[in-house]
């Protein structure tokens, strides 16, 4: 089971918004929210500044719930909308909780070299906070399982991504890539090559463990451990194999530490040339 059922997307009336409203309404799920949220020169340009009620102009937000609703019509989907002023990353995650909601859709506009480096903050508070998984789609380029790539790392959150993974490529009859890297500093390996052996071969076991899952489930897939710095390798391979979708898993925080993603995580979104799925559930 593919094991999504109410979908949310948040829409700000950009390009990048709408479209991933379009992807996200290909999915097979029950039922679909599009939330009008201010965009970033409406808001105001403080990060995270909440928006208020009597000086957000609404005109984009309101046109992309009516151009929301239309997209959904000729989708042939029933779509709920709903409009409302505050912080973004907090009425998104709220509204996701309220409504019952399994999976968050953003949309990713192009970066500047430096917003690679560290995401906007919008995103990466909506995955900070969210219970849920989150969906993150960059402008011009389409949602597709037909190859995917699951970054793991053995800990209990990259368990979830793998269980998440070998639900999609069930369902869709993906080709499933599991990849493990072991982020290494430059010239470590040379100082420490027991040690550094030990854990490449850990990595190969925890590979080796998903690979033979997805084998049971009859999923075509194929193991990689790589060393270096590991969004770099995420990215690099997920373009080697012309990934249409990367998956990872996202560590809980608490407190401030919520409002951020891990910098792995955060990278990957900034670089990455297809849809990125965080899951948190």
């Known amino acids: 089971m593919l094991g999504y059922h109410y979908i949310l997307v ?3 009336g950009s390009e990048a918004s709408l479209q991933a409203l379009e992807e996200a309404l290909r999915i097979p799920a029950d039922q679909f929210l599009a939330v ?3 965009q970033a020169e409406e808001a105001g340009r403080v990060i995270g500044e909440p928006a208020h009620p009597d000086t957000v102009s609404w005109e984009s937000a309101s046109r992309a719930l009516v151009i929301s609703r239309n997209l959904a019509k000729n989708a042939g989907v029933h779509l709920e909308t709903s409009q409302r002023a505050g912080k ?9 909780r309220s409504q019952g909601c399994d999976l968050i859709v953003v949309g990713r506009r192009g970066l500047t070299l430096s917003d690679k480096v560290m995401m906007g903050s919008v995103t990466a508070r909506v995955i900070g906070l969210s219970p849920v998984d989150v969906l993150v789609v960059p402008r011009h380029n389409s949602l597709s399982f037909e190859t995917m790539l699951l970054a793991t790392d053995g800990s209990r959150y990259s368990r979830q991504a793998a269980t998440r993974s070998l639900n999609l490529a069930q369902s869709f009859g993906s080709n499933l890539h599991i990849l493990a890297v072991l982020d290494v500093h ?3 390996e040379h100082g420490f090559p027991e040690a550094t052996a030990a854990l490449c071969h850990r990595l190969e076991e925890l590979v080796a463990e998903v690979t033979d ?3 049971s489930l009859g999923v ?8 270096g710095a590991a969004y770099r390798e995420i990215v690099n391979l997920a373009q080697e194999l012309g990934a249409h979708l990367i998956i990872m898993g996202s560590h809980g925080r608490t407190g401030l530490k919520r409002l951020l993603m891990g910098s792995v995580t955060e990278r990957v979104i900034g670089h990455a040339p297809s849809p ?3 899951v948190r559930s």
């Not at 973004?88 to 996701?96: D, G």
């Not at 075509?220 to 060393?227: A, E, F, K, L, N």
């Open 36 to 38: 009008a949220v201010p």
């Open 10 to 12: 948040a829409v700000d």
């Open 186 to 188: 430059f010239g470590s």
């Open 88 to 96: 973004p990353h907090e009425l998104i995650v709220s509204l996701a």
């Open 213 to 215: 899952q997805a084998e």
């Open 220 to 227: 075509t897939c194929q193991g990689w451990v790589r060393q």
């Open 276 to 278: 990125v799925l965080v």
